[in-house]
């Protein structure tokens, strides 16, 4: 049976991984970001519902960095919301789920746009070398919202 405290002070811990990855996504941090998944993590994205892409997977730090500074790079900034997250733990591996909004700014044909996704994240941790991280993060989005974003 697992201690209540340990697995209390685990929950904690992913959720302040799963917050420090919005975060450093939001200042484009790539490098900080990659270093929040295991030496082999894997950064899995599906890209809406139903899409019939094959989804885009990066393995280990430096392929999830230079992804994701290639990714951000075409943003002129980025609000992730982070909402509703659980997590269960079974000893040094422990899977969860994590809901936001992600807001991204960025030019096209002269205009300010606002692209506004509802992303759901299905992640598998690992407590590597003493702290939590991301064994795989799997991003979907459920929905997406492209305007114009008024000037004011």
Not at 3 to 20: G, K, N, S
Request: hydrophobic share 40%.
């Amino acid at each position: 049976m697992t201690d209540p405290a340990t697995d209390a002070e685990a929950r904690l811990a992913i959720r302040e991984l799963v917050d420090a990855y919005a975060l450093g996504v939001d200042r484009k941090a790539a490098d900080d970001v990659a270093s929040l998944f295991a030496r082999e993590g894997r950064l899995v994205s599906l890209f809406g519902p139903g899409s019939p892409q094959s989804p885009f997977v990066r393995q280990g730090r430096e392929r999830i960095a230079t992804a994701l500074s290639r990714g951000l790079a075409v943003y002129l900034s980025t609000t992730h919301i982070v909402g509703s997250h659980g997590a269960e733990v079974s000893g040094d591996r422990a899977s969860g789920e994590t809901r936001c909004l992600a807001h991204h700014v960025y030019e096209r044909d002269g205009l300010s746009r606002l692209l506004v996704m509802a992303v759901h994240y299905g992640d598998r941790y690992l407590l590597e070398d003493g702290r939590w991280c991301f064994e795989e993060r799997r991003l979907s989005v459920d929905w997406r919202n492209d305007t114009v974003l008024e000037a004011t």
